[in-house]
């Protein structure tokens, strides 16, 4: 399954399971797409069910090379 859709359904889940308001879902997408943009930049394409420990280190690194915001890595 495409890393979109399972992101929606994620999101989905969320909003049905937790209740959590739209500003919340609406800043988990936006950090989620970011984040499956960089699994699949480049050559890797690499899917989201492929996502082990040191591929999430390697982002929170990119994360910080680039600046973002403290929210977005935590």
Known sequence: ???QSL???FLDSLWLEKALSESTLSAYQSDLKQYT???VAGDSQMQITEVEEQHV?????HCDDKS???RTNA
């Open 68 to 70: 973002y915001s403290s």
């Open 37 to 39: 943009a960089w699994l």
């Open 57 to 61: 280190q390697a982002y929170l690194a």
């Open 7 to 9: 992101v929606s359904r």
């Open 1 to 3: 399954m495409p890393n």
